[in-house]
């Protein structure tokens, strides 16, 4: 079983960076693919960004390209979320996720198989 620990969010003004954390248990780190989802009130779990089992490739949503990356550290068994250049859309609890490598598409939140707790990040105008 998975385990999965976020941290890092918080409140922010708009311009300004955080940077997220996902701390991953329980399982071979290395076998998974990893994500990062956002979910304001009322609204369905967005993807935000994907990343392959050994950091070969990512992908983004439209939304987020060219302000936030993804990273991945297998030696710490952990995941992460730079985000810059944040605006207040970007505000949401934002829940890391983890499924088995490869994926067939690693925007399909269907894909992951375990998430974190989610961290709120908060951004003002």
């Known amino acids: 079983q998975v385990q999965l620990v976020e941290s890092g969010g918080g409140l922010m003004q708009a311009g300004g960076s955080l940077r997220l954390s996902c701390a991953a248990s329980g399982h071979t780190f290395t076998n998974l693919a990893m994500g990062w989802f956002r979910q304001t009130y009322g609204k369905e779990r967005e993807f935000v960004a994907a990343?392959?089992?050994?950091?070969?490739?990512?992908y983004y949503a439209d939304s987020v390209k060219g302000r936030f990356t993804i990273s991945r550290d297998n030696a710490k068994n952990t995941v992460y979320l730079q985000m810059n250049s944040l605006k207040p859309e970007d505000t949401a609890v934002y829940y890391c996720a983890a499924g088995p490598s490869p994926m067939y598409y690693y925007r399909r939140r269907g894909e992951y198989s375990h998430w974190g707790q989610g961290t709120q990040v908060t951004v003002s105008s």
């Open positions: 990343i392959t089992w050994n950091g070969g490739s990512t």
